[in-house]
């Protein structure tokens, strides 16, 4: 199980930290990845990060604001965004999936509910 956490309402410039806590015992096996959706759009990749946490891929569109990391002796993932812009509203998901960086949802297996990301202007 995915729980996300650490969405909300900030002005353009800030800075969000979002969670992923997952349940289990295998966590540290698994890359976690970081996809958004927003209104009418479809779901994009955002970030991953392999389950050592050494290797981690981002999208484009980061451009060096966003930071994936994870603590697996807390079970934990984390998205450190900042330079937010309007562009970035978004449902928020986390994702785990077999080892591997990949872009597409098609290899992350299990999925958080998402929480909700609004930058305004």
């Known amino acids: 199980q995915l729980v996300e956490s650490g969405g909300g309402l900030v002005q353009a410039g800030g800075s969000l930290r979002l969670s992923c806590a997952a349940s289990g015992r295998t966590f540290s096996l698994y890359t976690m990845g970081w996809f958004r959706q927003a209104p009418g759009k479809e779901r994009e990749f955002v970030a991953a990060?392999?389950?050592?946490?050494?290797?981690?891929l981002y999208a484009d569109f980061v451009k060096g604001r966003f930071t994936i990391s994870r603590d697996n002796a807390k079970n934990m993932m984390y998205l450190q965004m900042n330079s937010l812009n309007p562009e970035d509203t978004a449902v928020y998901y986390c994702?785990?999936?077999?080892?591997?960086?990949?872009?597409?949802?098609?290899?992350?297996?299990?999925w958080g509910q998402g929480t909700q990301v609004t930058v305004s202007s």
């Open positions: 990060i392999t389950g050592s946490g050494i290797r981690t």
């Open positions: 994702a785990a999936g077999n080892s591997g960086l990949y872009t597409s949802s098609y290899y992350y297996d299990y």
